[in-house]
């Protein structure tokens, strides 16, 4: 049987009997620990990711200080052989500079010495010398030859030879004339005197062969 109380602010009567409730359990607790296993593992990542990335940065920092170090250090011994190579070649120039000019020199002071052999290798026979002049102070040498030719071939012979020396051009014939030689002990001949004027030519350096001053055996003794 059910009661009901029509009564204001009466307060319902029930049986005292065992109550079956039906309610299902909450998940509250169980969500708050989700949370807050949750946020301790996004702690725990955040932490160890920063001291991976702090490691790993100190790590890299440390490789690049050692490169930087080492390129310094290469830096350092690549200015020294610069400056080395610099000073080697500032020496090299000054070398070939004196080399240059003592070749100029001994070019120079070697040039009658050439001119005195030429004109010996030229002399044909019937031929002889009196007199070897220099005529010009310029910048080309000119000398002229004097001397005897027995017979106008021996003269003509004469200045082919010059003219094919590598060190005499322009070869020119000034004068000739007959004259009467007189040799000694009553001996007369007819005999022709000549000039030729030349001018002194140094060649090309590959077209000269040189010798050595001393050969191997004479220098080992």
């Known amino acids: 049987m059910i009661e009901v109380n029509l009564q204001p602010g009466g307060k319902k009567r029930g049986s005292r009997g065992p109550r079956f409730s039906l ?3 909450t998940l509250g607790g169980f969500s708050r620990d989700l949370w807050v296993v949750g946020s301790s593992v996004v702690v725990l990542a955040a932490v160890a990711i920063g001291s991976f990335l702090f490691i790993t940065t ?7 200080e050692v490169r930087i170090e080492e390129a310094r250090a290469d830096s350092a011994r690549y200015a ?19 080399v240059e000019i003592i070749q100029e020199i001994d070019g120079d002071r ?7 052999d030429e004109v010996a290798r030229a002399l044909p026979e019937y031929t002889w010398l009196t007199a070897i002049l220099q005529v010009s102070l ?12 027995g017979n106008p071939f021996a003269l003509t012979r004469f200045m082919e030879n010059l003219e094919a020396s590598l060190f ?7 004068a000739t004339e007959q004259v009467i030689d007189e040799p000694g002990e009553g ?18 350096a590959e077209l000269i062969e040189t010798v050595p001053l001393f050969n191997a055996t004479s220098a080992g003794r």
């Open 23 to 25: 309610r299902l359990p």
């Open 58 to 64: 100190s790590n890299f920092q440390g490789e690049l």
């Open 80 to 98: 020294d052989l610069i400056l080395q190579n610099d000073a080697l070649l500032a020496r090299r120039d000054s070398i070939a500079q004196r």
């Open 110 to 116: 070697y040039t009658w010495p050439h001119i005195m």
């Open 138 to 149: 310029g910048e080309e040498l000119q000398f002229r030859v004097e001397g005897r030719a």
């Open 168 to 174: 005499i051009r322009n070869v020119d014939l000034i």
């Open 187 to 204: 001996v007369r001949r007819v005999v022709y005197r000549f000039q030729v004027e030349a001018l002194f030519e140094r060649p090309p």
